[in-house]
């Protein structure tokens, strides 16, 4: 029997984390040997979710990374900073995967700007590989570091990215994004915008007129594709449902092409992509394609007499937005089966 791969999940108590052990528990290839939650600190994971499992959680300083091979971390924002530090430091071998923000950016300034903090270990940001991978697989499959992408900023990009790379987008107007998430999309914390009397049968806009923090992180990405300057509208909206992602796109396009041309570049894209796939022309992406999976799901259309294309790109917020692309980007780096645990 081969031995399997060693990790711990850092921030356990969020629905990120919770999600990832919910993941990694059907795992073929991996033994959990730690979950942690500095304020859940020897309470089992059964006292904060509905689980009959009665792992023990620990808080962080405790974990013993020298018996891990791969670590998880799904902690606050500016909170990775001391274990990325201790792991840096004592293994040349330990695999990292962040889901926070901490090293999604290459300019600390950027994160700065759009988290409000100064960036606690800037250092650190070149080892770092963005972990979106589809777009990033050789990379990744190199990498000791990787930073989880954001969830909006993953299915916009996927959602954009095959008309970008083939300069068939007019970048001269900005990419319009109307993005809608389910509730976990803003953690597991007391908010009374978050409270169901206020998220049922509504629809909530936030963060719009370029301040939404992922707007960065979508620019950075997109430019890298584009190999150019581009501008971005986004706007959130968060919607009455538990789980789920859609984004709706719009673009001006350089060339006059038919919905089933624009179909057929996507395809030709994601064809080899185990957690892609784009849909006939006469379908649309919707919530209930991807919710509960590691899918991306997309549908392209092209507005009949306009230059403008429209894009439905769908994915979970907690499986390929967080947990389900964390472990995908584990197996790529661990030479695993990419889709192991997530189909």
Same mark, same amino acid.
């Given at each position: 029997?081969?031995?399997?791969?060693?990790?711990?999940?850092?921030?356990?108590?969020?629905?990120?984390?919770?999600?990832?052990?919910? @993941? /990694?528990?059907?795992?073929?290839? =991996?033994?959990?040997?730690?979950?942690?939650?500095? +304020?859940? &600190? *020897?309470? %089992?994971?059964?006292?904060?979710?509905?689980?009959?499992?009665?792992?023990?959680?620990?808080?962080?300083?405790?974990?013993?990374?020298?018996?891990?091979?791969?670590?998880?971390?799904?902690?606050?924002?500016?909170?990775?900073?001391?274990?990325?530090?201790?792991?840096?430091?004592?293994?040349?071998?330990?695999?990292?995967?962040?889901?926070?923000?901490?090293?999604?950016?290459?300019?600390?300034?950027?994160?700065?700007?759009?988290?409000?903090?100064?960036?606690?270990?800037?250092?650190?940001?070149?080892?770092?590989?963005?972990?979106?991978?589809?777009?990033?697989?050789?990379?990744?499959?190199?990498?000791?570091?990787?930073?989880?992408?954001?969830?909006?900023?993953?299915?916009?990009?996927?959602?954009?990215?095959?008309?970008?790379?083939?300069? @068939? /987008?007019?970048?001269?107007?900005? =990419?319009?994004?109307?993005?809608?998430?389910?509730? +976990?999309? &803003? *953690?597991? %914390?007391?908010?009374?915008?978050?409270?169901?009397?206020?998220?049922?049968?509504?629809?909530?806009?936030?963060?719009?007129?370029?301040?939404?923090?992922?707007?960065?992180?979508?620019?950075?990405?997109?430019?890298?594709?584009?190999?150019?300057?581009?501008?971005?509208?986004?706007?959130?909206?968060?919607?009455?449902?538990?789980?789920?992602?859609?984004?709706?796109?719009?673009?001006?396009?350089?060339?006059?092409?038919?919905?089933?041309?624009?179909?057929?570049?996507?395809?030709?894209?994601?064809?080899?992509?185990?957690?892609?796939?784009?849909?006939?022309?006469?379908?649309?992406?919707?919530?209930?394609?991807?919710?509960?999976?590691?899918?991306?799901?997309?549908?392209?259309?092209?507005?009949?007499?306009?230059?403008?294309?429209?894009?439905?790109?769908?994915?979970?917020?907690?499986?390929?937005?967080?947990?389900?692309?964390?472990?995908?980007?584990?197996?790529?780096?661990?030479?695993?089966?990419?889709?192991?645990?997530?189909?």
């Amino acid at each position: 029997m081969n031995k399997k791969f060693r990790v711990a999940i850092y921030g356990v108590s969020g629905y990120a984390g919770y999600e990832l052990y919910r @993941l /990694i528990k059907r795992h073929k290839e =991996v033994e959990l040997k730690y979950v942690t939650a500095e +304020t859940s &600190a *020897g309470k %089992k994971l059964s006292d904060l979710f509905a689980t009959t499992d009665d792992l023990r959680i620990i808080k962080n300083d405790d974990v013993n990374t020298a018996e891990l091979d791969a670590v998880f971390l799904s902690l606050p924002h500016g909170a990775a900073k001391s274990v990325v530090e201790q792991i840096a430091g004592t293994s040349e071998v330990m695999k990292i995967i962040d889901l926070s923000a901490d090293y999604r950016f290459d300019d600390p300034a950027e994160y700065e700007k759009w988290y409000g903090n100064k960036h606690t270990s800037p250092d650190f940001l070149d080892d770092f590989v963005y972990g979106l991978t589809e777009i990033n697989r050789d990379s990744i499959r190199k990498a000791r570091f990787v930073a989880n992408p954001g969830c909006y900023p993953t299915a916009t990009i996927l959602g954009v990215y095959p008309l970008l790379r083939e300069k @068939l /987008i007019d970048l001269a107007e900005p =990419v319009i994004i109307d993005a809608k998430s389910g509730v +976990t999309g &803003a *953690g597991r %914390k007391p908010e009374v915008r978050l409270l169901f009397a206020e998220v049922n049968e509504n629809v909530s806009p936030y963060n719009i007129g370029y301040v939404h923090r992922h707007t960065g992180e979508i620019e950075q990405e997109l430019r890298k594709v584009a190999k150019s300057d581009l501008k971005i509208i986004f706007s959130p909206h968060l919607m009455p449902i538990t789980r789920g992602m859609l984004n709706t796109i719009y673009v001006k396009l350089k060339s006059d092409l038919s919905t089933g041309e624009l179909t057929r570049i996507f395809q030709a894209t994601y064809d080899n992509e185990p957690l892609v796939k784009v849909l006939a022309e006469k379908s649309i992406a919707t919530f209930q394609h991807t919710i509960n999976t590691n899918l991306s799901v997309i549908s392209v259309k092209k507005v009949e007499n306009s230059p403008y294309a429209i894009i439905v790109s769908s994915i979970d917020n907690l499986g390929k937005g967080a947990a389900g692309q964390a472990l995908q980007n584990f197996n790529v780096m661990a030479g695993i089966e990419e889709t192991e645990g997530l189909l």
